[in-house]
């Protein structure tokens, strides 16, 4: 049974409003576009967006509810998504600006950003609780199959998270490659994209929710 019209539409239309609007992931592929250039910030960008495929699954399954009532899976999911954003955060501090230089290009291929992409996404418990709340809320029970309704719901969050990150990282590694030529900027926006990266680590750590 596919989702009937009204359920789609709906849910694409909040989708599309809560991915556009400014966030943790939007930050992140914007620091890393603009940081790494336009092909890097598409692939972590892309890999953003896949990462959901894992909260779909998660939610799916029902094991997002058991890690919500669970204190302690939470914890163990909060700190190591933390974690994970501040040695992304470390990395982009430690590097010399040569975000557009053939060496640096080797250690930070596109591929490689797609994984940090994708993992940074699936360990953020932020995500697992967000897929929680709001998967369910679409889904019409007097319907049947709850379950394959939930994965549609996540597999089209996903593709609309494709096209708008996507489009993010196209854009802001745009601005990147304007200024690939000024390697003091080159220095300064790989900074900035460390501190995004610092500040959202820390601020999953810290908090209590």
Not at 92 to 111: K, L, N, Y
Not at 124 to 148: D, E, R
Request: aromatic letters at 12%; glycine letters at 12%; proline letters at 4%.
């Amino acid at each position: 049974m596919l989702l009937d019209p009204t359920q789609l539409y709906g849910f694409l239309a909040a989708a599309l409003l809560i991915t556009l609007s400014p966030g943790p992931d939007n930050l992140m592929v914007l620091g890393m576009g603009m940081a790494r250039g336009r092909k890097q910030g598409i692939a972590f960008g892309l890999g953003c967006a896949l990462g959901c495929l894992f909260h779909t699954a998660l939610a799916t399954l029902g094991i997002s509810a058991l890690i919500a009532a669970s204190p302690l899976a939470f914890t163990v999911f909060k700190v190591a998504g933390g974690l994970w954003l501040i040695w992304l955060g470390i990395q982009a501090w430690r590097s010399r600006g040569g975000a557009h230089a053939a060496a640096h290009a080797t250690t930070e291929s596109p591929w490689r950003l797609f994984g940090k992409g994708m993992l940074a996404n699936a360990i953020n418990p932020k995500v697992v609780l967000f897929f929680l709340a709001f998967l369910p809320q679409f889904v019409i029970t007097a319907h049947g199959q709850v379950a394959w309704q939930t994965a549609q719901l996540g597999l089209l969050f996903t593709l609309q998270a494709c096209v708008v990150f996507g489009a993010l990282g196209f854009f802001s590694g745009a601005v990147g490659q304007w200024i690939n030529r000024r390697p003091r900027a080159g220095l300064w926006l790989d900074r900035i994209a460390g501190t995004i990266f610092l500040g959202l680590g820390v601020r999953l750590l810290v908090s209590r929710s």
